[in-house]
């Protein structure tokens, strides 16, 4: 059996964590581990239990999800970093390139994306998507805030 995909969830709200997790315990090979709600417990918790994937909110209290997705990707043998956002498109990957993070998905496409995203980022383990389709589920959580404040955020982050 394939080692399971340690996974962490950063996100200052409990929408964005309801999104993540829900998107991936639909998924078989990943282990969840416990959320936190900001960049500094992130930084903490990565550092003590060494995930092999950290998705992080775009916005969080304190620092961006770009600046504590460049922090991680920095540390030697770090996770692979997916910045997840209420925005998309190519300006988004653009930057998360610029910042060293693996992949961008838009907190709405999680469910849909999780599966092929995790095949990517980790080719030689298996996952599959088991149970309910968690597309038609995720449809219960709700964007909490708009994407013109990351837009913005996204600009304090580069230094605009």
């Known amino acids: 059996m394939a080692k399971p995909i340690r ?8 929408p964005g964590r309801a999104a993540a997790t829900l998107a991936l315990r639909a998924v ?3 282990e969840l581990l416990a959320p936190v709600g900001d960049g500094a417990e992130a930084l903490r918790r990565v550092a003590r239990r060494s995930p092999d994937l950290v998705l992080v909110e775009f916005l969080l209290p304190g620092r961006s999800g770009l600046q504590i ?5 920095r540390r030697r043998l770090g996770p692979r970093v997916v910045l997840v956002s209420l925005g998309g498109g190519e300006a988004w990957d653009a930057a998360a390139r610029e910042f060293g993070i693996d992949a961008v998905v838009r907190r709405q496409d999680l469910a ?3 599966p092929r995203l995790l095949a990517r980022l980790f ?3 298996r996952t599959h998507v088991h ?3 968690p597309a038609e589920e995720d449809s219960r959580v709700v964007a909490s805030r708009a994407p013109a404040r990351e ?3 996204l600009s304090r982050a580069e230094g605009r």
């Open 131 to 133: 149970g309910p389709d």
């Open 123 to 125: 080719p030689e383990r």
């Open 69 to 73: 997705g460049a922090a991680l990707k």
């Open 112 to 114: 849909a994306e999780m």
């Open 28 to 30: 078989a090979g990943v």
């Open 7 to 14: 996974t962490l969830v950063v996100s200052g709200d409990a």
């Open 151 to 153: 837009s913005r955020e």
